[in-house]
């Protein structure tokens, strides 16, 4: 188990940029695989962006490629969120989430068992 706090979240303009943080407990927390995912109000839970264990590998949505980065820094627990060119579709809670394990749906809600209390994202236009 790794328990996780995502910080960051705020107001800011159409066209402005956030970065998120996903700060985690545990000595094992470069062991596993962070995903972020978001929610806006009176929607799904949506994938938003993945890092593998190492580094090595990334995925987005569609719909934030090219404006979001994700990264992580496993010397200080922290997988990070970097939102470029946001816009009012951004504006959701944003949650990180944790696996242990390999998952081919790395999109999926279900293939993740550890999750952040989330941070809300207002974009304004």
């Known amino acids: 188990q790794v328990h996780l706090v995502e910080s960051g979240g705020g107001l800011v303009q159409a066209g402005g940029s956030l970065r998120l943080s996903c700060t985690a407990s545990g000595r094992t927390f470069s062991s596993y695989n962070i995903g972020w995912f978001r929610q806006a109000p009176g929607k799904e839970r949506d994938f938003v962006a993945r890092?593998?264990?190492?580094?090595?590998?990334?995925n987005y949505a569609d719909s934030v490629k090219g404006r979001f980065t994700i990264s992580r820094d496993n010397a200080k627990n922290t997988v990070y969120l970097q939102m470029n060119s946001l816009n009012s579709e951004d504006t959701a809670v944003y949650y990180c989430?944790?696996?242990?394990?390999?998952?081919?749906?790395?999109?999926?809600?279900?293939?993740?068992?550890?999750w952040g209390q989330g941070t809300q994202v207002t974009v304004s236009s």
């Open positions: 989430a944790a696996t242990g394990a390999y998952s081919a749906t790395y999109y999926e809600i279900r293939s993740y068992n550890n």
């Open positions: 890092i593998t264990w190492s580094g090595a590998a990334t």
